[in-house]
C-alpha cells in the first residue's frame, strides 16, 4: 500500500505559475502509475496528467497541454506537477493518485490510492 501526500498549492495570479508536489510513503512510485486529477465545485474530478510506471512516458488532458509537466523523482519517491500560464479555470483541488499499472490511465475510478489534495486558486 501507497500514502500520498500533496503539497505546494495556494493563490497565484493569472499567467503565474505553481509546483505542486505528491510524496510517496509505503512503496516505490514507480511501482504505480502517478497521475494528477482536480475537481472544481459542482464538477466531476476531471484527469489532469499521468506519468507511467513502465518506462515513464506521460499523457496530459488537452486543457494543460503545453502548460503542466508532470514528473517524478525516484530517489525522493515523490511525483511533481509544474504549472505554468494558469488560467482562473485551473482553479480546482488538485490531487495525486496511483495505481499498479492500468489501460486506461485517464479514468479517476481506476485509480486505487488517492492523497488528501491541495487547492489552487487562480485569479484573473
Known amino acids: 500500500q501507497v500514502t500520498l501526500v500533496e503539497s505546494g498549492g495556494g493563490l497565484v495570479q493569472a499567467g503565474g505559475s505553481l509546483s505542486l508536489s505528491c510524496l510517496a510513503s509505503?512503496?516505490?512510485?514507480?511501482?504505480?502509475?502517478m497521475g494528477w486529477f482536480r475537481q472544481a465545485p459542482g464538477k466531476e474530478r476531471e484527469f489532469v496528467a499521468v506519468i507511467a510506471r513502465s518506462g515513464g512516458s506521460t499523457l496530459y488532458a488537452d486543457s494543460v497541454k503545453g502548460r503542466f509537466t508532470i514528473s517524478s523523482d525516484i530517489a525522493k519517491n515523490t511525483v511533481y506537477l509544474q504549472m505554468n500560464s494558469l488560467k482562473p479555470e485551473d482553479t480546482a483541488v488538485y490531487y495525486c493518485?496511483?495505481?499498479?499499472?492500468?489501460?486506461?490511465?485517464?479514468?479517476?475510478?481506476?485509480?486505487?490510492?488517492w492523497g488528501q489534495g491541495t487547492q489552487v486558486t487562480v485569479s484573473s
Open positions: 509505503g512503496r516505490p512510485v514507480s511501482n504505480y502509475d
Open positions: 493518485a496511483a495505481a499498479p499499472g492500468l489501460v486506461v490511465k485517464t479514468a479517476y475510478y481506476n485509480y486505487n490510492y
